[in-house]
């Protein structure tokens, strides 16, 4: 497995942030290259599925992901969410955390994203040759996604 972690401050409420995180179909605009589909009735919460496509045409890759694990932030405490990836490719997991980062008894302002993989590829040997440079690039691309992520509020992007 590959581990890597990225972190974004952002510019509005924990409880906004946090539904534009989950909002699965929104990583499209974050995400060079990838399209999301909803797999399941539910777009949110525990049992939701959804699939990120990421690549152009034959050289696009599936990352099937179940959330198992649902929290929204709440006072004083963050929001969390796991997914589980299941793809025959994309094989690991993701957490996601927002905190809120605003002071006690002021009204919420800042928030920050947390967010980890641990990522593997099949055949798993390749993860274990190429475990190095899958968590830089995870990490790089992670990073990029999360600053549009932020910068879409700066600018009041919907």
Same mark, same amino acid.
């Given at each position: ?66 959330? *198992?694990?649902? $929290?929204? +932030?709440?006072?004083?405490?963050? /929001? %969390?969410?796991?997914? #589980?990836?299941?793809? @025959? ?37 390749? *993860?274990?040759? $190429?475990? +190095?440079?899958?968590?830089?690039? /995870? %990490?790089?691309?992670? #990073?990029?996604?999360? @600053? ?11």
């Amino acid at each position: 497995m590959s581990r890597f972690t990225a972190q974004v401050e952002v510019q509005a409420p924990a409880d906004v942030v946090w539904e534009r995180v989950t909002d699965w179909r929104a990583h499209e605009r974050w995400i060079p290259l990838t399209r999301v589909t909803i797999l399941t009735a539910q777009h949110t919460g525990i049992g939701a599925r959804f699939v990120a496509r990421t690549g152009i045409g034959p050289l696009a890759v599936d990352d099937v992901m179940e959330v *198992t694990s649902w $929290a929204p +932030p709440s006072e004083g405490l963050p /929001g %969390r969410c796991e997914v #589980v990836k299941q793809g @025959r490719v994309v094989h690991g997991g993701a957490q996601i955390e927002v905190w809120n980062l605003g002071a006690a008894g002021s009204p919420p302002s800042r928030s920050l994203v947390h967010w980890s993989e641990d990522l593997a590829v099949a055949p798993e040997r390749l *993860t274990r040759l $190429a475990g +190095p440079l899958i968590a830089a690039a /995870g %990490r790089a691309g992670l #990073v990029r996604a999360l @600053r549009i992520m932020a910068r879409e509020f700066e600018s009041g992007e919907p």
